[in-house]
Nanobody, 120 residues
């Protein structure tokens, strides 16, 4: 079984930055063998794709975060990160990570997520 723990969220003013972390533990040894996604869910809305880093290192972002967010990973620590810059109130959401072969198809039980709140 694999556990995912997201952290690093908080309250920040518009224009600020946060760095989210996603730690994978349990029966997982090589995170670089999987595609890792970040998602977010705003109140009353569905969970949306934010960013992906494939096992081969390819990266893609949702249009709304391109140029502001950066996904990365540390294979040795089994952690995936999301650096978020120039945040705006529309980025307010609970952020989750998960692995999966494509957007919306996940391999593991969801973690609790980390709340990001951006004030104007």
């Amino acid at each position: 079984q694999v556990q995912l723990v997201e952290s690093g969220g908080g309250l920040v003013q518009a224009g600020g930055s946060l760095r989210l972390s996603c730690a994978a533990s349990g029966r997982i040894f090589f995170i670089n063998a999987m595609d890792w996604h970040w998602y977010r869910q705003a109140p009353g809305k569905q969970r949306d794709f934010v960013a992906v880093m494939t096992s081969g290192g390819s990266i893609n972002y949702a249009e709304s975060v391109k140029g502001r967010f950066t996904i990365s990973r540390d294979n040795a620590k089994r952690e995936v990160y999301l650096q978020m810059n120039n945040l705006n109130p529309e980025d307010t959401a609970v952020y989750y990570c998960n692995a999966g072969p494509k957007v919306g198809l996940v391999r593991f039980v969801w973690g609790q997520g980390t709340q990001v709140t951006v004030s104007s």
